[in-house]
């Protein structure tokens, strides 16, 4: 089947307080994943998405499976590996306010993805008809070196036959060695990249600068056509027309404040899904900013990455 995107990387169980009975904890499960996050969003917005990872053949994976369907997402290619289960973190409120995450990631059969020919081989030809394929700089981090050549290679070579590439930054140094390796695995994508949707506190973390110029720069001498800078409440910055070396469209879209900030959870990954759908639906670099702050500002009034699908409709309407 033909679509939009196709969104590759990790889908997570989650386990977030709920309260207390009979002396013990009680967790909520759901389920996210910075990549599936967008995809689950952009599929809300009436995009054609699918997502593209790897689970267990457990009870678990089985309900994601069914819940991706639920939410319209194509699963095609989707490799349920025998007697395997899923990654999985937990959520801890501190005393502060602050969250704190802890996770079982490391068995996560999503983190063999392109390991081996066949896998590589199955992403290749899933990436047949679709127009845009969308990675994130966690999918880059949870593979092998090897796997991580792969999955780029087999991107660059379907860019040669017109699909684009979205790519959002989303560095977290955990998943990595050292800065190095991540540096390289980034700038990598980047070389292969038609969109970039990169956050300025991951860029500081990664490159000791997330001021828009010294992104910019980076991101032009990587031959990137346009590039969205989000940062938190501040205004987002838009790169676009990339040609003889310069971005001919520069804007600052202002972020619409918002009062109850409950939980920031995914406000970049629905940003990009909100931006992504605005820019297939031809809308230009400025209102695509727009609908990507008032998702982000639907989100981010919620607790959880992934906002009930009633609630976040009839918000993002009226907010229109
Ligand atoms: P990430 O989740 O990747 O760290 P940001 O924190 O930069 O990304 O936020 C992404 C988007 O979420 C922003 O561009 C903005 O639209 C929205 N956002 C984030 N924090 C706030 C805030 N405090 N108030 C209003 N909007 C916010």
């Not at 949870?142 to 070579?157: F, S």
């Amino acid at each position: 089947m033909s679509l939009q995107i196709l969104s590759i990387g990790e889908v997570m169980l989650e386990l977030a307080p709920a309260g207390e009975s009979g002396g013990k904890k009680l967790l909520a499960l759901g389920y996210a994943g910075d990549t599936y996050n967008t995809a689950v969003y952009l599929a809300r917005l009436g995009v054609t998405a699918g997502y593209f990872t790897r689970l267990g053949d457990d009870p678990y994976s089985g309900e994601l499976l069914q819940l991706m369907v639920q939410e319209g997402l194509d699963i095609t290619g989707i490799e349920q590996v025998p007697g395997r289960t899923p990654g999985l973190y937990l959520i801890a409120n501190q005393a502060n306010g602050e969250r704190s995450f802890s996770f079982w990631r490391g068995q996560s059969p999503a983190r063999e993805m392109f390991a081996t020919e066949a896998s590589t081989a199955t992403l290749e030809q899933r990436l047949q008809n679709i127009s845009y394929a969308y990675l994130s700089g966690v999918t880059l981090g949870i593979l092998t070196d090897e796997a991580r050549g792969n999955l780029l290679r087999v991107l660059a070579g379907v860019r040669a036959r017109g699909v684009k590439v979205v790519f959002d930054n989303n560095y977290r140094p955990q998943l990595w060695r050292d800065q190095d390796q991540a540096r390289n695995a980034m700038a990598a994508a980047l070389a292969i990249a038609d969109i970039a949707l990169l956050t300025d506190d991951d860029e500081a973390r990664l490159w000791n600068s997330g001021e828009p110029a010294d992104i910019l720069a980076r991101c032009a001498s990587a031959g990137v056509g346009e590039v969205v800078i989000k940062r938190g409440p501040r205004p987002v910055f838009v790169a676009a027309t990339y040609r003889d070396g310069y971005y001919h469209e520069q804007i600052q879209v202002d972020v619409p404040p918002v009062e109850s900030v409950l939980d920031t959870t995914a406000a970049g990954d629905s940003f990009n899904a909100g931006y992504l759908a605005a820019r297939f639906a031809g809308q230009n670099i400025e209102g695509a900013a727009a609908h990507g702050n008032r998702c982000a500002g639907v989100v981010i009034r919620h607790r959880g990455a992934i906002v009930e699908r009633e609630i976040f409709l009839r918000e993002i309407f009226q907010a229109i």
